[in-house]
């Protein structure tokens, strides 16, 4: 008679298994390559701020579209992570190197998403900014394929095992590459036309192309070849099958979430008046260049659950999600701390004199930053109770907590209340706040009841 055992896990780190130093551990080298994506995004508004605020205003108000399309793209492709990362709790390490393989010619085949959608761009973008906003938004599509094949598919070889350091040493050399080519294409120097806001747009391309041979050629190392089978290729239609049936409700999730803050973007932008609207974007690029640790936290809860799924160690689910919650209040106070300490300075930086000095101005943007210090320790916590449910492969109900919650309770309210009859456009955040409140809650009732204990889908090993 044949007894189930767990398979004896792969350590990611030296210190105890689902430990708050171990979270910490595999964390923060993914909070560093999510911050070195922030960092481009506010690289390119810091920029095009200094060359003219009408390209400010038209490069935060593309971003969000393409933060969709490529969000939505990089959402399905993270769900490699998961695989790997249970191929690496099996210790199956022969499947990683066809996998990534995979999801490479994957990745680059979503150019026949991203081409249409840019040639469409002008249906998605406010007509106030469209003239400017079109041919950035254009431009960093292109750059999608590039970033999906080296940061979403190969990325996931190195996030999914654990090897997190390497990421964010080559996201930080494209991001100076991206800042360099940003003041060189945007002001125009060394007898370089100045291109203004398309320059940032061809920065990003440029960059990301360069990404993409930096992270293959590191996958591709030798010491990797024999054990993970780097060099070895195999098509496999079930492994694709059960890769959709995983990743799209994710995918559709994430696109339900960022559509409509896209849409309520362009919204805000033909709605409010020009101080409002830049007190939004202000407030909202500084808040950028702190999703980083939400979404490198939150990954983490993912890597690290996903291993020990993989072990069968299930027993341990519940640690960690508790240890990214120790973490979420130590950041939520640095947070605090930093808003208190150099907003003032920060903002400065965006606007000019006259308008920092109009009393209208100034109140919106503090207003808005202090529901943006509220909304990120809830968004920290419920992207880290997101990837847990990920890791157990439980993308449909993201899917279905996504789009009831935002839609139902954020998107289709702010319209009526701000839009039509004249809320303060801060209720958009307050309505968020809520939003995030009951994902939390009903998170929690599902959690209490420990049927997570039991993954689905993995059977026990026997010696």
């Not at 010619?105 to 400017?132: K, T």
């Not at 060189?184 to 203004?196: I, K, R, T, W």
């Not at 529901?371 to 449909?396: C, E, N, P, R, V």
Request: with cysteine.
């Amino acid at each position: 008679m044949s007894i189930q055992s767990p398979v004896a896990p792969v350590l990611l780190t030296r210190h105890k298994a689902g430990s708050f130093l171990e979270l910490w551990t595999v964390a923060w080298p993914l909070m560093l390559a999510s911050f070195s994506g922030c960092l481009m995004t506010f690289i390119d508004r810091t920029i095009l701020a200094r060359y003219s605020s009408e390209a400010f205003v038209a490069c935060s108000t593309a971003q969000p579209w393409y933060w969709t399309v490529a969000g939505v793209l990089m959402a399905f492709l993270s769900i490699t992570e998961i695989f790997i990362g249970r191929y690496n709790g099996a210790k199956n390490f022969s499947k990683m190197g066809p996998l990534i393989w995979q999801m490479i010619i994957v990745a680059f085949a979503c150019e026949f998403i991203v081409i249409p959608i840019a040639l469409l761009s002008h249906y998605l973008l406010a007509n106030n900014v469209e003239p400017l906003a079109k041919p950035y938004l254009q431009i960093v599509l292109l750059s999608c394929p590039f970033e999906l094949a080296g940061f979403g598919a190969i990325g996931s070889f190195f996030v999914g095992r654990g090897e997190t350091k390497l990421i964010p040493i080559v996201l930080v050399f494209i991001n100076i590459v991206n800042l360099i080519l940003d003041i060189l294409l945007v002001f125009g120097y060394f007898g370089l036309p100045s291109l203004g806001i398309r320059g940032a747009a061809y920065a990003t391309l440029i960059s990301q192309m360069l990404g993409f041979f930096i992270f293959l050629k590191l996958f591709l190392r030798k010491k990797y070849r024999e054990k993970y089978a780097v060099f070895s290729f195999q098509w496999s239609w079930p492994l694709l099958k059960k890769f959709f049936h995983i990743s799209l409700p994710y995918a559709v999730a994430h696109f339900c979430g960022m559509a409509g803050w896209s849409i309520a973007y362009q919204f805000l932008a033909i709605k409010l008046t020009y101080t409002h609207f830049m007190a939004y974007s202000v407030s909202f690029t500084l808040y950028t260049l702190v999703f980083f640790v939400m979404d490198g936290l939150g990954k983490g809860v993912g890597v690290v659950c996903s291993n020990f799924i993989g072990a069968q160690q299930h027993s341990l689910l519940g640690k960690v999600l508790k240890q990214s919650f120790r973490w979420n209040g130590i950041f939520s106070c640095l947070f605090l701390i930093i808003l208190l300490g150099f907003s003032d300075s920060m903002i400065r930086f965006f606007v000019d004199a006259e308008l920092y000095g109009q009393v209208d101005f100034s109140r919106q943007v503090y207003l808005f930053l202090t529901w943006l210090w509220l909304l990120f320790g809830l968004d920290t916590a419920w992207l880290s109770m997101q990837y847990f449910l990920i890791a157990l492969t439980k993308t449909k109900t993201v899917l279905l907590i996504n789009v009831i919650c935002f839609w139902g309770i954020v998107l289709i309210p702010t319209y009526f209340l701000v839009g039509q009859c004249g809320y303060n456009s801060v209720l958009y955040l307050q309505l968020i706040v809520l939003d995030t409140i009951i994902r939390i809650v009903i998170f929690c009732f599902w959690y209490r009841r420990r049927t997570w204990l039991k993954v689905p889908g993995v059977k026990p090993r026997t010696p």
